[in-house]
Each structure stands twice: as structure tokens, then as C-alpha cells.
């Protein structure tokens, strides 16, 4: 019995500890001379992987029915994405406008 | 009482999602609250992407601080996921690993006080800074201090939580719903640390 009650344990501390190492990861890439886009582009997805650990195992949604998973995901990073894609394109085209005042 | 969960999928049915009824309404809740803090880290998208003298955040931050901060809630969370998993087998233990939640959670927030007043008395304001853009100062405390009341009203949670679960009060559903909000606080500290922290 308490062989089964740690053996279900087992799997957040192993989570606990992936996730400790990226966020090592993620601080030693900080401290490294990384080009911009490279940078940003591996933070998102080291982000995107910590977020996936945390909901599907921390919060059980791994195990919960394919409806209650894609409600929340499509939710989620869908209208998230939405909201951002959305403004995104309006602040590059005023960072431009100010680079160009800058320039001048 | 006959229906059965795949005949009542998507049709309005009592179980539509093949979960309970708290279940179903903390992840209703817990979308939404996310869409907030969607909303909050776009905003500071908008306004950084257009700035053009925005600081460098490890001039501005002490990143130390900020990795200690972290690895206590993610233990925090941890602690809360093995509280949920033994709290039908074992009520005392699990209120021991949620108190041991709500220790992280007071660590977290004493931290983040620490460095609160550490840049309050460097001069940083949610109008001005002395870094750069004063909208820096102003999606920092507002994103952070959201969080922040986040952290604070998850361990008023837990606590209660805690105690009913050593009295043996409350069901184990609602250890896990406590469960569910604070690994929410947690999944959010993962994208403020990520997008204000570290790019």
C-alpha cells in the first residue's frame, strides 16, 4: 500500500524537478551573449513546456475527458494569442514611426 | 439518472464534461482569470514594443531574488499536487504537505515585499522610474502586485484548506479545487517570469 501511495507521489517530484531544471536552464541562457531572436525564441518555448507540466500533470488535465482539454486550451492560448496577434501588429507599426522621429 | 456520459457529451447533459460540477466551474474560472492576465501581459507587450528606452531587466531586478521567488512556488506547487494525492488515503499527511503549500506561499510573498520595497525606495513608481519608460513601472506593479493578491488569496485558501482537511471537514474534491487555483498561481508565475523577467 505505501509502496503504491509513493510510487503516485513519484511523478510530481519528477515533474518538480524537470521543472527546477529549466528554469536553471532558462536563468544560465540568460547569462550567455545569445542573439535576440534565438533568445526569446527558446524562453517561449522552455515557458510553453513549464505550462504544459503544470496543467496537465500538477492539475490533472492530462488525465481529464478530450472535451474539458480542448475547451481550456482552445480558450486559453486561442483568444490569448487572438489578443495578442491582434495588438501586436499596431505597436510594431508605432515603434517604426517613433525609430523613424529617432533617426531624424 | 440513466443518461450516460458519452450520450450526453456537448448536449447539455448533467455531466457534459465528464467531471463534476466544481471542476468544470474552477476551469471556467480558471480561463477566464488567465484571459485577465492574458490581457495584463499583452498590454505590456503593446506598451514595451513601443517604447523605445524600456530598462534591462537585469539592471533593473536582482534575478537572484527572483530565481529564489520562483523555485518557492514551483515547491509550492509540488507540495499542493502530493497534498491532493494523498488526501483520500492519508488526511493528516495531506494537510502537512498543504501547510508546507502555504509556508512557500508566505515565503513567495515576503520575497516579493522584500523587493517591492527595494525598488519603491530606489525611486520606482507605477507613473515614473529612473530606469527608462515610465510604463515600466506601471505594468510591474500591476502585473506583479495581481499576482501578488493571487498568491495572497490562494494561501487564505490553504489555510482553511489545511484545517478542514486535519479536521476532516471537507471532501478531497475541494482539496483538489484549492489545488487547481494554486497551481493556477503558479502557471501564471511562469509567463510573468518568462515574458517581464527574463526576455
Same mark, same amino acid.
Given at each position: 500500500?505505501?509502496?503504491?501511495?509513493?510510487?503516485?507521489?513519484?511523478?510530481?517530484?519528477?515533474?518538480?524537478?524537470?521543472?527546477?531544471?529549466?528554469?536553471?536552464?532558462?536563468?544560465?541562457?540568460?547569462?550567455?551573449?545569445?542573439?535576440?531572436?534565438?533568445?526569446?525564441?527558446?524562453?517561449?518555448?522552455?515557458?510553453?513546456?513549464?505550462?504544459?507540466?503544470?496543467?496537465?500533470?500538477?492539475?490533472?488535465?492530462?488525465?481529464?475527458?478530450?472535451?474539458?482539454i480542448v475547451t481550456?486550451?482552445?480558450?486559453?492560448?486561442?483568444?490569448?494569442?487572438?489578443?495578442?496577434?491582434?495588438?501586436?501588429?499596431?505597436?510594431?507599426?508605432?515603434?517604426?514611426?517613433?525609430?523613424?522621429?529617432?533617426?531624424? | 439518472?440513466?443518461?450516460?456520459?458519452?450520450?450526453?457529451?456537448?448536449?447539455? /447533459?448533467?455531466?457534459?464534461?465528464?467531471?463534476?460540477? *466544481? *471542476?468544470?466551474?474552477? &476551469?471556467?474560472?480558471?480561463?477566464?482569470?488567465?484571459?485577465?492576465?492574458?490581457?495584463? !501581459? %499583452?498590454?505590456? /507587450?503593446y506598451g514595451r514594443?513601443?517604447?523605445?528606452?524600456?530598462? $534591462?531587466?537585469?539592471?533593473?531586478?536582482? !534575478?537572484?531574488?527572483?530565481?529564489?521567488?520562483?523555485? +518557492?512556488?514551483?515547491?509550492?506547487?509540488?507540495?499542493?499536487?502530493?497534498?491532493?494525492?494523498?488526501?483520500?488515503?492519508?488526511?493528516? *499527511?495531506?494537510?502537512?504537505?498543504? &501547510?508546507?503549500?502555504?509556508?512557500?506561499?508566505?515565503?513567495?510573498?515576503?520575497? $516579493?515585499?522584500?523587493?517591492?520595497?527595494?525598488?519603491?525606495?530606489?525611486?520606482?513608481?507605477?507613473?515614473?522610474?529612473?530606469?527608462?519608460?515610465?510604463?515600466?513601472?506601471?505594468?510591474?506593479?500591476?502585473?506583479?502586485?495581481?499576482?501578488? %493578491?493571487?498568491?495572497?488569496i490562494g494561501v !487564505?485558501?490553504?489555510?482553511?484548506?489545511?484545517?478542514?482537511?486535519?479536521?476532516?471537514?471537507?471532501?478531497?474534491?475541494?482539496?483538489?479545487?484549492?489545488?487547481?487555483? &494554486?497551481?493556477? +498561481?503558479?502557471? +501564471?508565475?511562469?509567463?510573468?517570469?518568462?515574458?517581464?523577467? !527574463?526576455?
Open positions: 500500500m505505501s509502496d503504491s501511495k509513493a510510487a503516485s507521489l513519484g511523478i510530481y517530484w519528477r515533474t518538480w524537478a524537470v521543472l527546477l531544471v529549466l528554469t536553471t536552464i532558462m536563468f544560465f541562457l540568460d547569462t550567455l551573449d545569445m542573439p535576440r531572436g534565438l533568445f526569446v525564441g527558446v524562453m517561449l518555448v522552455a515557458m510553453m513546456t513549464k505550462a504544459t507540466l503544470i496543467g496537465g500533470i500538477f492539475m490533472h488535465l492530462a488525465k481529464e475527458s478530450m472535451d474539458l481550456v486550451v482552445v480558450c486559453v492560448m486561442g483568444f490569448g494569442l487572438l489578443l495578442f496577434g491582434l495588438t501586436v501588429v499596431d505597436a510594431a507599426r508605432i515603434h517604426d514611426m517613433l525609430q523613424g522621429i529617432f533617426v531624424r | 439518472m440513466t443518461t450516460t456520459y458519452a450520450e450526453s457529451r456537448w448536449m447539455g /447533459g448533467a455531466c457534459p464534461f465528464e467531471a463534476g460540477w *466544481k *471542476k468544470v466551474m474552477m &476551469w471556467v474560472f480558471i480561463i477566464g482569470d488567465a484571459l485577465l492576465f492574458a490581457g495584463f !501581459l %499583452t498590454g505590456y /507587450g514594443t513601443m517604447s523605445a528606452d524600456w530598462p $534591462q531587466a537585469g539592471e533593473v531586478f536582482n !534575478l537572484g531574488l527572483i530565481g529564489l521567488m520562483t523555485f +518557492v512556488l514551483i515547491s509550492s506547487s509540488a507540495t499542493m499536487a502530493a497534498a491532493v494525492a494523498t488526501v483520500s488515503s492519508d488526511r493528516a *499527511k495531506a494537510a502537512r504537505f498543504v &501547510w508546507m503549500t502555504v509556508v512557500g506561499g508566505l515565503v513567495f510573498l515576503g520575497l $516579493q515585499a522584500y523587493e517591492w520595497s527595494h525598488l519603491i525606495g530606489a525611486g520606482g513608481r507605477p507613473w515614473e522610474n529612473p530606469w527608462g519608460a515610465a510604463l515600466f513601472g506601471s505594468y510591474f506593479f500591476l502585473i506583479t502586485g495581481f499576482h501578488g %493578491t493571487h498568491v495572497l !487564505l485558501i490553504n489555510v482553511a484548506t489545511a484545517i478542514r482537511t486535519r479536521k476532516g471537514v471537507t471532501s478531497a474534491e475541494n482539496v483538489e479545487m484549492a489545488g487547481l487555483y &494554486w497551481h493556477f +498561481v503558479d502557471l +501564471v508565475w511562469v509567463f510573468i517570469f518568462t515574458l517581464f523577467y !527574463l526576455i
